[in-house]
């Protein structure tokens, strides 16, 4: 898909000299000019169609064409676009009690902010002033976020350009069966001994419940509630960052409800309007929402619960609802996850395919019996491209946008994706792997 910058067109060329290109070598930036979607399909400007099999960054869940959430927006663009925080809007009101129905267990209270990032910048904070301690645990395979605070959480790559970052951050191994030396449970054990030896000193352990961009990575059934239970022995609080395990993605409304844990603060951003606007929540239990009605909360943005944001997001979780996209999502992710099995199954390059739902990885590797460890495989720390990018290329050449993390293909198309053009892209990435084997 990406364009060779001699046949970029004036907008291209244009976007490419006056706005930074995102975690990128600026010299490799090549942007090609989407001009429409609809379902799970987008155009570019040359009149390319491609299935969308990642919903961009893994945030598209409504698909490209959810006329209530348009609509939504428009109407409260028109009525009142904006008012400072300060004011309560209808909006935000309803979308607060919204997402306290939606949410697991006893989450009721939610700070707006406009981001992934700025949701788990709340979440910190948050933690750290309920809980009077400052160190934050988190794992090395996961994304947090780019901000300071957030990318300090970050235990990939990604965080190393930011180093040292905020003080107090703890790094933790990780469930990934695939590739590590620990087993899964004896990598939450680990993360027992890690909290007994930092004594009482940890304010929050943050995890993704099923990692995103880092591999897709399930933990087994009984490690979520155990790193709950972990943490509270160690009066520490759990707070899950659903940013991208959010919203139907994994066939239930939460990562965490496929593992019945209410964590006690959550995340949440990306799907919350299926990316129809900016918007990041970050709510949290009656217990912590109590300690700060005498205790100042000392956090805020001017954008924070933008009317505007609101608006989309209540009408994204009404679209949610009545499209019955939550069922949708597990019964077409049951296929997908068939067609994908098949798929590695005929590939040597494929190592793993693992997931749940529409949020599904493919990891590649050297060989089927060479599991390329984290840190010594090539990553986007690196210029140049990798095996994934160009496997990731050639889909696009058959007509499909798949998004690549460090050295996994990933699967988290819109929920709206019929089994047909599961086919579709199955198909189209059958033929980008061959080259890779
Ligand atoms: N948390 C998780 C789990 C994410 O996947 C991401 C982004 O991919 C973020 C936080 C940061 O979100 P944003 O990019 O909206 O700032």
Redesign the pocket.
């Given at each position: 898909m990406a364009s060779e910058s001699s046949t970029l067109n004036d907008v291209e060329r244009t976007d490419k000299r006056y706005v930074f290109g995102t975690w990128s070598y600026q010299s490799e930036v090549s942007p090609t000019q989407v001009v429409s979607g609809d379902g799970a399909r987008f155009t570019t400007a040359d009149g390319e169609e491609y299935l969308d099999l990642s919903g961009q960054?893994?945030c598209s869940n409504l698909g490209h064409s959810a006329d209530r959430v348009a609509d939504a927006i428009a109407e409260q663009a028109s009525e009142g676009a904006y008012f400072a925080p300060g004011y309560a809007t209808e909006a935000r009101a309803k979308l607060g009690e919204k997402l306290a129905e939606v949410t697991p267990g006893d989450l009721s209270k939610t700070f707006f902010s406009t981001?992934?990032?700025?949701a788990?910048e709340a979440a910190i904070k948050i933690a750290r002033f309920y809980t009077g301690k400052q160190k934050i645990l988190s794992r090395y395979r996961s994304?947090?976020?780019?901000t300071y605070g957030?990318i300090s959480v970050t235990g990939d790559p990604r965080r190393l350009a930011a180093e040292p970052g905020i003080p107090g951050t703890i790094k933790a191994p990780d469930p990934y069966a695939y590739g590590s030396t620990l087993e899964p449970m004896e990598s939450i054990e680990y993360i027992d001994e890690m909290l007994e030896l930092e004594g009482d000193t940890v304010a929050a352990v943050l995890v993704?419940p099923i990692v995103?961009?880092n591999g897709i990575l399930v933990p087994p059934d009984e490690y979520l509630p155990r790193l709950k239970e972990i943490a509270h022995d160690h009066g520490a609080l759990l707070i899950c960052?659903e940013?991208?395990a959010g919203f139907g993605r994994t066939g239930e409304w939460f990562g965490c409800d496929v593992f019945d844990v209410t964590p006690d603060i959550m995340?949440m951003?990306?799907g919350l309007t299926g990316a129809y606007q900016p918007l990041?929540a970050t709510i949290v239990t009656p217990e912590i929402a109590d300690h700060f009605e005498e205790n100042m909360f000392c956090h805020g943005h001017t954008y924070a619960g933008h009317p505007v944001a609101c608006a989309a997001g209540l009408a994204a979780i009404e679209t949610y609802e009545r499209e019955n996209l939550i069922e949708r999502a597990r019964e077409t992710g049951a296929y997908l996850g068939d067609r994908l099995e098949e798929l590695g199954a005929d590939h040597p390059s494929v190592g793993e395919v693992r997931g749940i739902g529409m949020f599904r990885g493919i990891e590649l590797t050297k060989s089927p019996t060479e599991r390329v460890p984290f840190g010594h495989r090539e990553d986007k720390v690196s210029k140049g491209t990798t095996v994934v990018d160009e496997v990731a290329a050639r889909a696009a050449d058959e007509g499909v946008y798949v998004a690549n993390m460090i050295n996994t293909l990933i699967i988290a198309p819109p929920l709206v994706l019929t089994t047909e053009e599961v086919d579709e892209g199955v198909d189209a990435l059958d033929i980008a792997l061959e080259h890779a084997d």
């Open positions: 960054l893994m981001s992934g990032t700025e788990v994304y947090h976020g780019a957030s993704e995103g961009s960052d940013v991208m995340t951003a990306k990041g």
